[in-house]
């Protein structure tokens, strides 16, 4: 990155690598590691993610090990990492779209099953298949979202805490 798209001023970037929340609005608590271009003429910031198919990838896999019942949140990402809309994830779970909505709003529990089922759909589903059904956790529902963080190095994502 050269030039700051906010100011228009020409090599005044400075780049640094921080850990810095990551989906925000999620819901979530991610903190992942990203590239920071500061700009010494305005101060703006252009924060830039690396290998996001990755992180995802590690991202739904953390959640996956964490033996709480699966959060709003946490449903949402897991069904968004699938590639399924609202409306295909009621279609495959058999309940209506506003039963979604809920579980997604934290209004509502996704049952022991439901919670198992959609466990099952990510590790089958996709590549990351850490997930056993004889290594099933005692799902009790933890209120507090636990604060995840992710570093990169070159490209490659893991976990920097649990
Ligand atoms: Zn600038």
Redesign the pocket.
């Known amino acids: 990155m050269k030039m700051?798209y906010?100011?228009g001023?020409q090599g005044?970037l400075e780049k640094t690598i921080q850990t810095r929340p990551y989906l925000e609005n999620s819901g979530l608590r991610l903190e992942v590691e990203q590239t920071v271009f500061t700009?010494a003429?305005?101060g703006?910031e252009h924060l830039g993610v690396t290998n996001i198919e990755g992180l995802h990838d590690v991202i739904a896999a953390a959640i996956m090990d964490n033996p709480s019942r699966l959060r709003g949140p946490e449903i949402r990402f897991l069904r968004k990492h699938l590639g399924w809309s609202g409306e295909d994830f009621a279609k495959y779970f058999k309940v209506s779209p506003s039963t979604v909505s809920r579980w997604e709003n934290g209004k509502q529990d996704l049952s022991k099953q439901g919670d198992l089922l959609l466990r099952m759909c990510v590790s089958q589903l996709d590549p990351i298949a850490s997930y056993h059904l004889h290594d099933a956790p005692d799902l009790e529902k933890d209120a507090d979202m636990p604060t995840r963080v992710f570093k990169s190095t070159r490209g490659r994502w893991t976990r920097a805490s649990f």
Request: glycine letters at 0%.
């Open positions: 700051c906010d100011c001023a005044s700009c003429n305005c703006a």
